[in-house]
């Protein structure tokens, strides 16, 4: 049978289409973003043609201010030179990879220059040029000096406006852009660096969950597969021993409980897949007993395990099923000579007053040896961890088998006072 069609395109993303796109749209409109193609070029200097407007001042006072020819020649060629570097800078700058550029400094420094040298030699009308050495400092200098130059570039305006004896009015309206166009593109180079970083921080937030989840199906897997193979060779086993010793019947009952346990496996690996099995103590604990009774070991398991507790969560709940099936996986694997497994459960308080439920699982087969701890339980200690709960290991009570006690917090009921939980934990 096909699967249906999602809803939802295969390719759509919304953080590709809405906040991806509206990103890399305002990037290439703004002077600190890089420059990647042609149209991307174009974009930006249009956008910085808005203040080309400023320039007005200075080419009509070469056009109508009476200079000699020699000195308009000179007026003129120092006004492209200004505009030649102040276009280079602030919109191809970045589309050289140049944030580290040696020749960032002296560039502005001569800008700097140029705007000084034609505000003496011509008219105060070329004041307007600080405006664009403003701009620059603000789009290209790093943050820690982009407002300390700005600020400078505004007190030089401000001394060499009254060298030129510039008029109070012509001043502020001088000053006021120069400070305003040098601050705004600090902040807005602020600005990206924050969206670049949130960028940054957003890719990685995806890579550790793409991890967790790649973790999460690990462990799946390893509990869901190692129970069921172990189950399946060991009836497997059963039946060949059956069919040696002619006993047809009861190798076609192992035979027909390896099939059942096959499908039930694949079930639940598609379950895992896609995140949506969660086991349960009472459906794990009928698994248990099955699996152990066909490796000869009886289970001796307390009601209240099936029962289990109002204040235990369906995390904390799945997390005690996974430890009840990963110790019977053990049992039947390790286990040798063990003949009764043990389950109880149980609550405990911490030190500090919290309170935990514990699932104590302990066979008395030969115990954990020297062997150190396999993938599943320190998968199991990991997914025990995830809900706040601990897992601990050992020997048995007598010294002999194996035991794990697993333990999950549990949630206060609304009948229980911090007196009680005082009391409790004291004894």
């Known amino acids: 049978m096909m699967a249906a069609m999602p809803e939802t395109p295969l390719d759509h993303r919304p953080d590709e289409s809405r906040e991806g796109v509206w990103g890399r749209v305002v990037g290439r409109m703004q002077p600190g973003a890089p420059v990647e193609n042609r149209r991307q070029l174009v974009i930006k200097l249009c956008w910085m043609s808005v203040w080309m407007l400023y320039l007005l001042y200075p080419i009509q006072d070469l056009l109508h201010g009476g200079y000699s020819t020699g000195q308009t020649v000179v007026g003129w060629l120092a006004l492209a030179a200004f505009l030649t570097g102040y276009v280079l800078l602030v919109a191809f700058r970045s589309a050289r990879g140049a944030q580290g550029w040696r020749g ?16 003496f030699a011509f008219s105060p009308a070329f004041i307007v040029l600080f405006t664009y050495t403003s701009v620059v400092i603000g789009a290209v200098l790093p943050i820690r000096y982009a407002v300390r130059g700005v600020l400078a570039t505004g007190v030089l305006t401000t001394v060499i406006a009254l060298l030129t004896h510039t008029g109070s009015d012509a001043l502020a309206g001088l000053l006021l852009p120069t400070f305003l166009s040098g601050l705004a593109m600090t902040a807005l180079q602020r600005l990206i660096g924050t969206m670049r970083e949130l ?43 059956f069919m040696d010793a002619d006993k047809a019947a009861a190798a076609r009952i192992q035979v027909a409980e390896i099939e059942q346990v096959a499908r039930q496996s694949l079930i639940d690996v598609r379950e895992a897949v896609s995140g949506f099995r969660r086991p349960t103590l009472p459906v794990e604990l009928a698994a248990a007993r099955s699996a152990l009774a066909t490796a000869g070991v009886s289970l001796d398991a307390a009601p209240s395990v099936a029962e289990g507790r109002p204040e235990l969560g369906q995390a904390e709940a799945g997390a005690l099923a996974w430890t009840l099936r990963e110790a019977v996986t053990n049992i039947v694997r390790h286990a040798e000579g063990a003949t009764v497994c043990t389950v109880a459960m149980d609550e405990t308080w911490d030190a500090d007053g919290a309170r935990f439920a514990v699932l104590d699982i302990t066979d008395n087969g030969r115990g954990p040896g020297k062997s150190g701890p396999g993938n599943g339980l320190s998968g199991l200690e990991e997914r025990l961890g995830l809900v706040g709960g601990r897992l601990e290991r050992g020997p048995g009570a007598s010294g002999r088998g194996f035991r794990l006690r697993a333990l999950v917090p549990l949630a206060a009921t609304a009948s229980e006072s911090a007196e009680d939980r005082a009391l409790s934990s004291e004894v």
């Open 104 to 119: 960032t400094y002296p560039s502005v420094g001569a800008l700097i220059a140029i705007a000084t040298a034609t505000s």
């Open 199 to 241: 960028r940054e921080a957003r890719e990685t937030v995806a890579h550790l969950a793409a991890a967790e989840e790649r973790l999460r199906m690990a462990r799946d897997l390893h509990d869901l597969l190692g129970h069921s193979l172990s189950l399946i060779t060991l009836k497997s086993e059963l039946a060949g021993r």
